[in-house]
Each structure stands twice: as C-alpha cells, then as structure tokens.
C-alpha cells in the first residue's frame, strides 16, 4: 500500500524549500521529492547549486554561496520536521484525489506515494550552449543570469549569446557594469523587438558580432574567452572575454504534468492570478516552473511561501467539511 502524506513537495529550489519550511512549520510533515544530484534539470537545491557567490539574497551582506544558502534552506525545513528523499518523480496522477505520485520506475502497477495535496517547484532550467566543460565554468566566467552576476564584471569585457528579447535585456543590464558588452548572434539581424534593438543599437557599450556562433570555451578553472565560428564561412577565432551569459532561453520542468496541469505555450505553468493555485483542485505551483519574468531566488522563495499558505489553507477547508 502506497505511504499516503498530506502534501508532497516536488523540486527543492528556493520555492521548494521555502513551502518546505511554511508547511512544516504548520505541522503538515510535508515530504520533499528533491531529485536527483545526477539531473541537472532539477536537481536538489535548483539552479543556485551551480552559482558561487549570491550577493543579492537578502540577509547576508558580505554575501554566500549559492550550495550553502541552500543547504540553509534545507536545514531549516528539516529543523521543522520535513522528509527528503533524494529521488526524481517520474509520474503523477492528478486525476482524482489522492494524488498519485511515483519514484523510479514510472510503469510500476501501484505508486509510491498518494498525498491529499501537492505543490510543484520544479523550476526550470536555462538553455546551455552544450560545449565541454561548461557545467565547471558555471559561476566562473560563464552565467544565465545578468542580474545574479553582472555586478561581478564591472569595467571588463562581456558577451551575450542569442539575438531574442531576453539576450537584448541581458545585454542592456550588463552595459552598466561592462566596459563593453558584444552580442554573439549566429544571424545578421536581431529576433528581438523593435524598442528593444532600438534600445541597444543607440547604447554606445553595446557592440555586435553577426554571422557567429560561440564554438568552444577557453580556460579550464575560469573562462579566459571564448572560440567564434563565422557561420558563413566556417573560419575560427578567438574572442576574448572575461565573462559570458548565455540568453537563449529557459524550459521549465513541466514533462510529467502536461496533459494534467494547464500550461502556458511557453509550457510553462498557469497559474491563478496573485496566487499558486493551478486547474486542479489540491494542486499549486511556484517557483521558476510557473515564473517565466522574474526568475530570481528571492521571488522563487516569496512564491513558495505563497504556495505553503496556499496548501495549508485549502487542506483545513477539507478537514472542515
């Protein structure tokens, strides 16, 4: 017989584990499916278990690392009497109350687990380059994220990989830092929006190399620049830069709830306005998995809060009835 909880958290990023700490804290025992160590699309702790140092976690003014805030996080939630299991969910069924949950093998007859209620958190990754040693160089030259480490390249030389919106805004952040920021797009013309290349073909920091496509990473422990391909005649080069940010989008980890929870075309979760709640009746969401505009580890924390009061509020109204 499948062990049955009240809630089970799926995904331990910073709104994972912060619903973690909310609902332990209201004495609902909930049980924290984290993932496993070997994905590296949810694995536990989420996307700060590959940044270094987080200055902009409120709290810590001289700032920390990104592991050992959450392993803070994790601590805290267990102080209060939540269960880890450091497993990946390979299947759900929402379709009726309770929830059916499964650890490992997915074609099991019987789940692992039934829960009376379930949060999801489990965010979504960035879109990567795929070239070799680029997980080691995460947080050491290379990022996703201009808001989490442009402070870090202050008066130096930067690039920006892709041509979208989200390449144009990362670009356009860095420019306050960066002594010049390059855009690395593999077209001759940028995908983003007319006020955005506007934007940034008018700032005099922001310069652009068309027709290229980052092909290799230079620099074992840090990334001392990078190797350009000319796309239209195949010549090589060297570019140098002290950092480098990838823009070429996000998936969020929504695989085994679709067809269940209603998605948004970016696939990533819909939720109901100002709260966590999702088309199912018990079930919530936070975090980067439903956050496509922020996707910053304060706002994942304050939605996961959002979700834990959420879970907790709607499991007495059906202890009510």
């Known amino acids: 017989m499948p062990d049955r909880k009240e809630i089970i958290i799926v995904g331990s990023g910073p709104a994972g584990l912060t619903a973690a700490i909310y609902t332990a804290r209201a ?5 924290v ?39 803070n996080f994790r601590a805290q939630a267990e102080r209060f009497g939540a269960e880890f299991i450091t497993k990946k969910v390979t ?50 030259g290379l990022s996703t994220c201009a808001t989490c480490d442009g402070f870090f390249f202050r008066d130096q030389e930067i690039a920006v990989v892709g041509g979208g919106d989200s390449a144009v805004e990362e670009a356009m952040f860095l420019s306050r830092f960066g002594s010049k920021v390059t855009i690395i797009h ?65 998936i969020p980890n929504t695989d085994i709830f679709e067809g269940q929870l209603d998605l948004l075309n970016n696939g990533y979760i819909k939720t109901v306005s100002d709260t966590s ?4 009746d018990g079930v919530f969401a936070c975090g980067d998995v439903q956050d496509f505009t922020y996707r910053q580890a304060i706002t994942a924390a304050g939605s996961g809060c959002m979700a834990a009061i959420d879970a907790e509020r709607w499991l007495e109204e059906q202890h009510s009835q």
Do not use: C
């Not at 004495?27 to 049980?31: A, I, S, W």
């Not at 709640?277 to 199912?280: A, K, P, R």
């Open 33 to 71: 499916i984290e993932g496993e160590p070997s994905s590296t699309s949810d694995q536990p702790g989420g996307q700060l278990m590959l940044t270094t140092e987080v200055e902009n976690y409120p709290g810590f003014p001289e700032g920390i690392m990104g592991p050992e805030l959450m392993a």
């Open 277 to 280: 709640e999702t088309n199912i």
């Open 186 to 250: 593999r077209r001759d013309e940028l995908r983003a929006s007319k006020i955005m290349q506007d934007r940034a073909f008018a700032n005099p920091k922001i310069d652009f190399l068309w027709n290229h496509e980052v092909v290799e990473y230079i620099g074992e422990t840090k990334l001392e620049g990078v190797k350009v391909r000319n796309v239209l005649n195949n010549e090589v080069h060297d570019f140098n830069v002290s950092g480098l940010f990838v823009a070429i989008g996000h």
């Open 91 to 140: 299947k759900v069924d929402l379709s009726s109350s309770p929830f059916k949950v499964w650890v490992g093998d997915p074609n099991a007859e019987s789940p692992t687990f039934l829960s009376d209620s379930l949060i999801v958190s489990t965010g979504a990754k960035a879109l990567m380059l795929d070239l070799p040693n680029e997980i080691n160089l995460v947080g050491h």
């Open 27 to 31: 004495n609902l025992q909930p049980l």
